[in-house]
């Protein structure tokens, strides 16, 4: 027996989809493939098969679709000079194109992100599209960003390419949105900042992607408090949050259970609450007594309700039926919450519904500037941490925008990761660290962003600045700064930190296929592993690989004299010394807790290849899981 080799690659996210279907149709499947022309017959009616069929299309998009599957041979390599607190933080911050990070994310982030939040480039022909080459992966990105020699960088702002500007957009946009669907959890929520010039098309791929049952809404948020008078015909005051859930659950009645949470209430809205009456259990509002059905659909709450001074049956109309059953509006009444007015001259009752007893407020799509925040707000928030160098970046949101989405998505102590994969300043980054402060909650964040240079020398990519804000902010908060508005809990113990990582080729030699000096790459294999790339690039190499979150723990233990990491409590164990000892190798076996899973480098065996079967045959009877790489 051998151990199996851990997978360098990242796999094709059709596979796990395939298997679902697999479930369910056995019999579609031939020699391992999906047979068409079974699944077909098995669906029936079901498909369609018309010539004409709705849908979006555009110049591109089977090969964006496709782009999805081709793997990545990237990794993240950890950056300790650019973090903040990196042993013991659990946020992260990517530098990299968020194509090859989100498909790099996918084994170890798969359904566990609660809240998506991304603010894209709204191809408004000044903003920059990468332009991906879906083939040249990582390759490119790095010839890109000027990481490669051959040509270095070369910015340019999306070009109109024959008429294909929303092509171009819709191709950038499909793939990520595609991969970012599979890291949410099933209740997890996605919203996607959006102006007039694609909020058509975004809809159309969104619900293509998600599935228009689980759309939830299309929030307008009033990003200007005045109008401009130099635009043509209308001033544009605002922008659009599309948001979905990952998947809509409903009750037995097959009502749609809410995602979202309340919001806190405001004076305002308690104001509306009296106590005209003297109530002992406080202010109240009046409500409705009947409700829209019709007696014919609700007999049971078509009956008479006697009027308590004039004796008087009174009925609902036959097309508004009272809300409550017999039974429930006779305990309304021994309660005391049927109100017939002050002195009981009212003719129809309503229902005395107490403040104490509301929840939150449900959120509405029209969100105002006083509420949180606008574009001017926004920029005034990054002067203020930035100062001299706010002109190292031009759109960020405001902060106030972005908590209302954490207040509606998060639970505050239930560590959710909030992920935005176009994280710019990284106001998201921001908004989680100040709301965790007024709130001692423990959410995480996970923030990507391309190096995109900028024109200051004191952060020359606007990936330093989504590094610099997170850092700023979190000083702010840990020096109590007065200009924030933020309520000070006490911060010992809340992580303001975060690892950083950046994107790069993978730490081990893969195998080309288009090569021709195939002897000489066999040779070059034998020890795999690229020069000058450290132990710990290694190691989150082979996290990631194997499943775990890029803010694991990670421990160094010495067993037998040779290093080893234990990760995540001990989960996953990593032993790269070569050539590793038996010794090792048992005394990982016995540790406690019994480790999920083992990875040594293959060449650690080198010459001992008896050694690697007793050894895989050993931990497969501990029932643990060994790999090589
Ligand atoms: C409108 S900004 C986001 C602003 C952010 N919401 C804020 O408050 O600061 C969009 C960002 O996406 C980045 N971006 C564009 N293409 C990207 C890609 N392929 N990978 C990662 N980031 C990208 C841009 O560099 C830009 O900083």
């Known amino acids: 027996m051998v151990p199996d080799k851990l997978l360098l690659t990242t796999p094709n996210p059709i596979e796990e989809r395939l298997e679902a279907l697999r479930e369910f149709f056995p019999e579609a499947f031939k020699e ?8 077909k017959q098995l669906l029936g009616e079901k498909v369609e098969t018309g010539r004409e069929r709705y849908g979006l299309s555009w110049a591109g998009k089977a090969e964006a679709i496709r782009a999805v599957q081709i793997p990545s041979s990237g990794t993240l390599r950890p950056r300790r000079d650019q973090s903040v607190g990196f042993d013991t933080s659990e946020n992260v911050i990517i530098e990299g194109d968020n194509l090859e990070v989100l498909k790099l994310l996918q084994q170890a982030y798969h359904g566990k992100v609660k809240l998506i939040y991304i603010d894209p480039p709204y191809n408004t022909g000044n903003d920059f599209v990468y332009p991906d080459d879906f083939r040249e992966g990582v390759r490119q990105y790095l010839r890109f960003t000027g990481q490669l020699s051959e040509d270095g960088v070369r910015l340019t702002t999306a070009p109109e390419e024959g008429g294909r500007i929303h092509s171009r957009w819709l191709s950038m946009m499909y793939p990520r949105l595609q991969l970012a669907r599979s890291l949410l959890r099933d209740d997890g929520v996605i919203f996607v900042s959006i102006d007039d010039h694609e909020l058509h098309n975004l809809r159309a791929i969104m619900d293509e992607i998600f599935g228009e049952e689980n759309f939830l809404a299309t929030v307008l ?17 605002h922008d659009y949050l599309l948001s ?33 009456d003297n109530d002992p259990r406080g202010p109240w509002m009046s409500d409705n007594y009947t409700c829209n059905k019709t007696s014919e659909q609700r007999p049971n709450l078509y009956y008479p309700i006697i009027h308590p001074k004039t004796g008087k049956e009174i009925w609902p109309s036959r097309t508004a039926v009272w809300r409550y059953s017999r039974e429930r509006h006779e305990q309304n009444v021994r309660e005391g919450r049927v ?7 009212n003719e129809t009752p309503r229902y005395k519904r107490y403040l104490s007893e509301v929840a939150g407020v449900v959120a509405d799509t029209w969100w105002e500037h006083t509420d949180v925040g606008h574009t001017d707000e926004a920029k005034k928030e990054f002067k203020s941490l930035f100062g001299e160098d706010a002109d190292a970046f031009d759109t960020p949101k405001p902060v106030r925008l972005l908590k209302r989405l954490l207040q509606l998505s ?18 998201l980054g921001q908004a989680v660290l100040e709301m965790n402060q007024e709130d001692g909650g423990n959410r995480r964040f996970v923030l990507v962003q391309l190096p995109e240079p900028t024109r200051n020398p004191n952060y020359p990519t606007i990936s330093s600045v989504t590094r610099g804000r997170v850092q700023k902010a979190a000083e702010r908060i840990r020096s109590g700064d007065e200009k924030s508005a933020v309520r000070l809990l006490e911060p010992d113990g809340q992580d ?14 893969l195998w080309d296929g288009e090569a021709e000096d195939i002897q000489g790459q066999l040779e070059a294999l034998v020890d795999n592993l690229v020069e000058g790339r450290t132990q710990e690039d290694v190691l989150f190499e082979l996290l990631l690989k194997a499943g775990l ?26 032993c790269l010394e070569r050539p590793i000892r038996a010794e090792t190798l048992r005394a990982m076996m016995a540790l406690e807790p019994k480790p999920l899973q083992v990875v040594c480098l293959d060449v650690a065996f080198v010459g001992g290849d008896a050694l690697k079967t007793n050894i895989a045959l050993e931990m497969r009877d501990r029932g643990i899981r060994f790999r090589t790489v």
């Open 549 to 574: 979150p890029l803010s694991s723990r990670i421990q160094k233990k010495e067993l037998e004299g040779q290093k080893v990491y234990s990760v995540a409590e001990g989960q996953l164990l990593v």
């Open 496 to 509: 303001l930190g975060f690892r950083a990582f950046s994107l790069d080729t993978s730490n081990f030699k």
């Open 410 to 427: 998060t639970e505050p102590d239930a560590g959710d990761i909030v992920l935005d994969f176009f994280a710019g300043s990284g106001t």
């Open 339 to 345: 109100w017939w007015g002050l002195n009981q001259e």
């Open 221 to 237: 948020w009033q990003k200007k408090y005045a109008p401009s008078n130099d635009t043509t015909d209308f001033s544009y005051t």
């Open 32 to 39: 391992g493939k999906l047979d068409l022309e079974t699944f």
């Open 244 to 276: 979905y859930v990952k998947s809509r659950r409903f009750n037995e009645q097959g009502k749609a259970v809410a995602t979202l949470k309340r919001m806190e209430r405001t004076e305002e809205q308690n104001r509306l609450y009296k106590n005209p």
